[in-house]
């Protein structure tokens, strides 16, 4: 089996940061319309409250909004990044880890640094990037999930306080 270029590695980070930047613009969207269809809904659950005695649409609007801010809570997992390095890795691609060096240090272990050793560094950085993508499309996926349940929920408890 032939090994990866190095060309390879650069290429498949660059994809992974590209998927990570395309979900937080997912994200993004999808927190704004959230955040609308919250200041449109809001005004109106409570009044629902206040206008029916159905003990059903009642609990079922409390669900659905619970899920709904569920929903949210999971967007603004996805988006809010997450800066510490959990792992203990000490990459020289990562801004994070960079930063946590002086200059000095940094520039003269990049000076003595092995090309095998930057491989390994950059098959990492692969990793950690890639563990980071899956979280954020994770937590996107179920934002979708838990808002759509939840608009449905206050949907059919909307209709059912229509009925009585």
């Known amino acids: 089996m032939q090994n990866?270029?190095?060309l390879d590695l650069d290429k498949n980070l660059d994809r992974i940061n590209e998927a990570i930047r395309s979900a937080d613009q997912k994200v993004a969207?999808?927190?704004?319309?959230?955040?609308?269809l919250l200041t449109l809904i809001f005004p109106n659950a409570t009044t629902l409250f206040s206008q029916t005695s159905n003990s059903f649409a009642i609990v079922t609007s409390i669900l659905g909004l619970i899920l709904l801010l569920a929903g949210i809570t999971?967007?603004?997992?996805?988006?809010?990044?997450?800066?510490?390095?959990?792992?203990?890795?000490?990459?020289?691609?990562?801004?994070g880890s960079i930063a946590q060096r002086s200059?000095?240090?940094?520039?003269?272990?990049?000076?003595?640094?092995?090309?095998?050793?930057?491989?390994k560094n950059l098959i990492r950085e692969i990793y950690?990037?890639?563990?980071i993508a899956l979280a954020k499309y994770t937590n996107f996926r179920q934002s979708?999930?838990?808002f759509s349940i939840g608009m449905i929920l206050l949907l059919a408890a909307y209709s059912f306080s229509l009925l009585r």
Do not use: C, H
């Open 4 to 6: 990866l270029k190095d």
């Open 29 to 36: 969207v999808l927190l704004g319309f959230q955040g609308v």
């Open 103 to 119: 200059f000095e240090n940094f520039s003269e272990k990049v000076e003595t640094l092995s090309y095998e050793n930057y491989r």
């Open 144 to 146: 979708v999930i838990f």
């Open 128 to 131: 950690d990037v890639s563990k």
């Open 74 to 95: 999971k967007s603004l997992m996805a988006i809010i990044p997450r800066l510490n390095n959990k792992t203990g890795n000490i990459t020289f691609s990562y801004f």
